[in-house]
């Protein structure tokens, strides 16, 4: 396979999710709990989604989770991801009780399947590490 030319994107963090890129670089996982009604909440946000509590602190999540759904990507969607297809696209529920989309990485997709367990591992991408999911073994 020759060297893919085409950067693949890099996230651009707000005021509300810099915290949360920070850590990534760090490689911790990191989400929003709210102080008043505890609700984990990802991704970042100024108010929690269940209360509209604007107290929300920062927890470091355990870097597991399951496979809530995923789907095969054979198509890559832009040309920065043609070297990758097939790939796996999946919502992970983290052990912490909030979910995200990632990508299930160095793994045959065939081997994804619903319910099984994943670990956080990080992808560099240009001056940001981005979170994506592994099989765990
Ligand atoms: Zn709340």
């Not at 832009?78 to 097939?86: H, K, L, N, Q, Y």
Request: some cysteine.
């Amino acid at each position: 396979m020759s060297e893919n030319p085409t950067p693949k994107p890099v996230p651009r963090p707000n005021g509300d999710t810099q915290p949360f890129w920070d850590a990534c670089n760090e490689e911790r996982l990191v989400y929003q709990s709210c102080q008043s009604c505890g609700h984990a909440q990802f991704y970042p946000r100024s108010a929690c989604v269940k209360c509209e509590s604007t107290d929300l602190a920062w927890q470091e999540a355990k870097p597991a989770g399951t496979v809530h759904t995923f789907t095969i990507v054979n198509r890559a969607p832009s040309p920065a991801f043609r070297g990758d297809v097939p790939y796996v696209l999946a919502l992970i529920d983290l052990a912490d009780g909030f979910r995200m989309m990632m990508n299930v990485v160095d793994c045959d997709p065939a081997d994804v399947a619903i319910g099984k367990p994943v670990r956080i591992v990080y992808e560099q991408r240009d001056g940001q590490k981005v979170p994506q999911a592994t099989l765990a073994r």
